[in-house]
């Protein structure tokens, strides 16, 4: 089944506790995102890559890290997480970055920084 | 760059139709619209490609408008699986990043 698999789908953390989120496809798509989403703000990008070894910053990158090894893996790193990290994060992928292509998104992780 | 929906929520009762906007200050290669419902990670619905190309879920029926870089999701004959919240994303070029709206929230009630 082709899917996007984020693990782990809840958190609890606290300030300052090192954390990884990670996220995979099975559709050797070229490109994948991660997005937060908070109340009132829609889905906010954070980074992207558009291949392997190829990663961009989205709107919202500060506080955050991203690797893209291996074509199906795009992990997020929170080196320091903050309270204002608390969000619904979601993966996503695509053949490509829009145009005709639709991206397929993961079942979210929700993250709590006390 | 964000783009802008409108309106932020509408309620409806089964068989209503409703349009939900998507506007933009730029000039847009393309427009994506995914639904989410409550708890769910957002779904694809349809692709609207400057130039006419769209393809999308057969019920689902959208316009892009490239003079006034506006899109429009027609919603007919709703039913009670439509509800949920509506995201527009916008492209501004082939390969630049999707940038989404902050979100339309449909209510349909029996």
């Known amino acids: 089944e082709a899917q996007v698999t984020q693990n782990p789908r809840y958190l609890i953390t606290v300030t300052g506790k090192k954390l990884t989120v990670t996220c995979s496809q099975n559709?050797?798509?070229?490109?994948m995102s991660w997005y937060r989403q908070d109340p009132g703000l829609g889905l906010r990008q954070i980074y992207y890559s558009m291949n392997v070894e190829v990663t961009d910053k989205g709107d919202v990158p500060e506080g955050y890290k991203v690797s893209r090894k291996e074509k199906r893996n795009f992990p997020l790193i929170l080196e320091s997480p903050s309270p204002n990290q608390t969000s619904l994060y979601f993966c996503?992928?695509?053949?490509?970055?829009?145009?005709?292509?639709?991206?397929?998104f993961g079942p979210g992780t929700r993250l709590t920084v006390t | 760059q964000q783009p802008v929906q409108s309106p932020q929520a509408v309620i409806l009762r089964e068989g209503e139709d409703a349009v939900i906007n998507c506007s933009s200050s730029k000039a847009l290669y393309s427009v994506h619209w995914y639904r989410q419902k409550h708890g769910e990670a957002p779904v694809f619905l349809m692709i609207?490609?400057?130039?006419?190309e769209q393809k999308g879920h057969d019920k689902i029926s959208a316009s892009f408008n490239e003079k006034k870089q506006q899109s429009s999701l027609y919603l007919t004959a709703s039913q009670l699986s439509y509800s949920g919240t509506y995201f527009c994303g916008t492209e501004l070029g082939a390969g630049t990043a999707l940038i989404f709206g902050k979100g339309t929230t449909l209510s349909v009630s029996s």
């Open positions: 559709m050797n798509h070229e490109y």
């Open positions: 609207l490609l400057k130039g006419g």
């Open positions: 996503a992928s695509s053949s490509s970055p829009g145009g005709f292509y639709e991206q397929y």
